[in-house]
Antibody, heavy 123, light 110 residues
Framework: EVQLLESGGGLLQPGGSLRLSCTAS????????MHWVRQAPGKGLEWVSG????????FYADSVKGRFTISRDNSENTVYLQMNSLRAEDTAVYYC????????????????WGQGTLVSVSS | QSVLTQPPSASGTPGQRVTISCSGS????????VNWYQQLPGTAPKLLIY???QRPSGVPDRFSGSKSGTSASLAISGLQSEDEADYYC???????????FGGGTKLTVL
């Protein structure tokens, strides 16, 4: 059974930094791309970032480019999202999602999702 | 503002058929597969339709997807109360090198 468990969310002030983690199980982690998708309170889904199976390719939404960094440790079956220079508009539930293919580009097929971790940015 | 355009709301009575549209452009829907997600209240999204018209195992055949040109549609037949949820379309955009989601459609079963 595929399981994705996010952690690392919390409350912090604008300008702060936070690292989210997502630990996966139930599949061959290194073969598949992983993504982060967020949802602001009462709003729709927004894709944040994706990373290919072996970590050689990464992609970002324009809204987080230059501030967020996605990475993965295939030996630990974990994907990370380092978030710097946080803004109030980054407040959201952050979901980890499993890609259906090794490539993180040209696809939007996320076949399993975690339960999400809440990030609140407020002064 | 989403580049993939969905109606904000849709509704139907039990047993009816409803459709939800998703309009994009050549760089996203026109060039890449469309996927649909269902988000029940208070839960994480779930993949409902992938590669335009394929259903993952466990998804009832009441749900179907289609794509034509730069638009896609999700159809739900035999509407049930448990179908009340938010529905999102998604596609990769070749110009942005990013995944786009539609703004979401809130389906109400009357």
């Amino acid at each position: 059974e595929v399981q994705l468990l996010e952690s690392g969310g919390g409350l912090l002030q604008p300008g702060g930094s936070l690292r989210l983690s997502c630990t996966a199980s139930g599949f061959i982690f290194s073969r598949l791309a992983m993504h982060w998708v967020r949802q602001a309170p009462g709003k729709g889904l927004e894709w944040v970032s994706g990373i290919s199976g072996y970590g050689e390719s990464t992609f970002y939404a324009d809204s987080v480019k230059g501030r967020f960094t996605i990475s993965r440790d295939n030996s630990e079956n974990t994907v990370y999202l380092q978030m710097n220079s946080l803004r109030a508009e980054d407040t959201a539930v952050y979901y980890c999602a499993k890609g259906h293919y090794g490539s993180a580009s040209s696809v939007s097929n996320f076949d399993h999702w975690g339960q999400g971790t809440l990030v609140s940015v407020s002064s | 503002q989403s580049v993939l355009t969905q109606p904000p709301s849709a509704s139907g009575t039990p047993g009816q058929r409803v459709t939800i549209s998703c309009s994009g452009s050549r760089s996203n829907i026109g060039s890449n597969a469309v996927n649909w997600y269902q988000q029940l209240p208070g839960t994480a999204p779930k993949l409902l339709i992938y590669s335009n018209d394929q259903r993952p195992s466990g998804v009832p055949d009441r749900f179907s997807g289609s794509k034509s040109g730069t638009s896609a549609s999700l159809a739900i037949s035999g509407l049930q109360s448990e179908d009340e949820a938010d529905y999102y379309c998604a596609a990769w955009d070749d110009s942005l090198n990013a995944v786009l989601f539609g703004g979401g459609t809130k389906l109400t079963v009357l």
